[in-house]
């Protein structure tokens, strides 16, 4: 099984899982993306950049973690944008869209902690597992990741 994951899932590593106490969190996930299981798109690590801490450097600095951008990807990316248009709001769910078009073209789950949004939602309100639907692509919470991959620490 393959994963794409959201940047909030790496966001929630640093703010609740700080790897001088939660190592083997870390040294799960950095091994889950040796074996290429595990990745996040360029529009992640644009997000985690943003953010202004050790977090880009180690996302960086891990082989085969950012996955590039493929011209596919880019087509979903559109057609996501197309039908719901007022979802991406400047840097606002701006990687979201990506997420899905790469889990989709990979065929991974995409590992998120944002939970769906009830029917007749308008799009500026929309979280992943909605758009994810549409493309059948699944969406797991971190817990589900990690329990899927069988980790225990």
């Given at each position: 099984?393959?994963?794409?994951?959201?940047?909030?899932?790496?966001?929630g590593?640093?703010?609740?899982?700080?790897?001088?106490?939660?190592p083997g969190?870390?040294?799960?996930?950095?091994e889950?993306?040796?074996?290429?299981?595990?990745?996040?798109?360029?529009?992640?690590?644009?997000?985690?950049?943003?953010?202004?801490?050790?977090?880009?450097?180690?996302?960086?600095d891990?082989?085969?973690?950012?996955?590039s951008t493929?011209?596919?990807e880019?087509?979903?990316?559109?057609?996501?944008?197309?039908?719901?248009p007022?979802?991406?709001?400047?840097?606002?769910n701006?990687?979201d869209?990506?997420?899905i078009?790469?889990?989709?073209?990979?065929g991974?789950d995409?590992?998120?902690?944002?939970?769906r949004k009830?029917?007749?939602?308008?799009?500026k309100?929309?979280?992943?597992?909605?758009?994810?639907d549409?493309?059948?692509?699944r969406?797991?919470?971190?817990f589900?990741?990690?329990?899927?991959?069988?980790w225990?620490?």
């Open positions: 099984m393959t994963y794409t994951l959201d940047s909030n899932i790496l966001i590593l640093v703010q609740r899982y700080p790897r001088d106490i939660f969190i870390w040294d799960s996930i950095e889950s993306v040796a074996r290429g299981e595990s990745c996040i798109c360029e529009a992640v690590h644009r997000e985690v950049y943003r953010i202004g801490d050790d977090l880009h450097k180690w996302a960086k891990l082989p085969g973690f950012i996955c493929d011209s596919e880019l087509a979903t990316v559109r057609a996501i944008g197309q039908a719901h007022g979802w991406v709001q400047g840097q606002v701006e990687a869209p990506f997420v078009a790469h889990a989709k073209f990979e991974s995409v590992v998120s902690e944002e939970n009830g029917p007749g939602v308008i799009d309100n929309l979280k992943i597992p909605n758009v994810a549409e493309h059948q692509v969406v797991l919470k971190f589900d990741y990690v329990r899927t991959e069988g225990s620490f």
